[in-house]
């Protein structure tokens, strides 16, 4: 089944016509929980990972959960997100790539607690005999080590929330203020950058955005991925749920259901309390060095 997020209940560039020079276009993947084989597209699921090609270990400090015990030993990374260039329409991918694969170590990093991420880019087509995933290691979080399902990518059209020029949105604080008092919907919410898992746009900051530099030119990366724990919250489903899930989410209290759960976080992730890792990546300097950020409430 496909997944259509449902148009926007109003023509944001109407009522903003100072927002249109800031829109951009996010692919999100719509994750649900199913079995995608390594040539998939796919969402914690099996990688075409070449056999000859050894599967990557974390090589830094990592700790327990919810402690600070180093963890001793080799730990392989989990798959994130494996995605075909066909499966993501306006996404820059590498010359001559065409397979974009994410993975994470499952284990906390660095000041904020982190799991840390690494990416791959590959040509399908140049990969012969097909290795197998690692089952992850049994001591490793499972709020960080994502279940397999299936992805329905859909493109989308976002606008700033925490991205917005103050200036900008010192501007138009009256007129969001307006179209809330006068329709209920709450332009951060409803009508500015997609919820969930995604690709391209707005990274789905939870706190201030934090954009990483490139260590080589200095120049500010371009968001490439956001992970997030939940595909809408109690908020944002108004607008974000997709039209197909509407039928088993259908009101503010059933989308706490069972079934409206699933389609919540079909991934089982839980990044800190709600929150996302966001993948970077700087697309002058050769190789694209990648940099990331984690927040949450």
Not at 110 to 121: K, S
Not at 212 to 236: I, K, N
Request: with cysteine; proline share 11%.
């Amino acid at each position: 089944m496909t997944r259509h997020t449902p148009p926007r209940p109003v023509d944001v560039e109407a009522l903003f016509p100072e927002l249109r020079p800031l829109r951009r276009e996010a692919v999100r993947l719509h994750p649900r929980a199913g079995r995608p084989s390594c040539r998939d597209s796919s969402v914690g699921g099996p990688l075409l990972w070449p056999a000859d090609e050894p599967w990557p270990v974390c090589g830094e400090e990592h700790y327990e959960a919810d402690s600070n015990t180093l963890h001793e030993g080799e730990v392989h990374l989990v798959p994130i997100v494996q995605v075909h260039q066909a499966d993501a329409p306006g996404i820059a991918f590498p010359r001559g790539r065409d397979l974009l694969q994410v993975l994470w170590c499952p284990y906390d990093h660095g000041e904020f607690r982190y799991p840390l991420p690494r990416v791959h880019w590959r040509s399908a087509h140049a990969v012969g005999r097909v290795g197998a995933t690692p089952s992850p290691h049994p001591e490793a979080p499972e709020c960080y080590v994502p279940a397999p399902c299936v992805v329905h990518p859909e493109q989308v059209t976002e606008y700033p929330r925490w991205d917005l020029p103050k200036d900008l949105s010192d501007a138009l604080e009256d007129r969001f203020a307006q179209l809330e008092g006068e329709t209920g919907w709450l332009y951060p919410y409803h009508l500015a950058e997609a919820p969930g898992i995604k690709l391209g746009g707005y990274p789905g900051w939870t706190q201030q955005p934090v954009w990483p530099e490139c260590g080589g030119c200095g120049q500010r990366m371009d968001h490439l991925l956001t992970v997030a724990s939940w595909e809408y919250d109690g908020e944002s489903w108004r607008t974000w749920l997709p039209v197909e899930d509407r039928a088993v989410v259908d009101g503010e209290e059933s989308w706490r259901s069972e079934r409206g759960r699933a389609a919540q976080d079909s991934a089982g992730l839980m990044l800190g309390d709600v929150g996302g890792v966001y993948v970077f990546e700087c697309r002058s300097c050769p190789g694209r060095p990648v940099g990331h950020w984690f927040d949450c409430s």
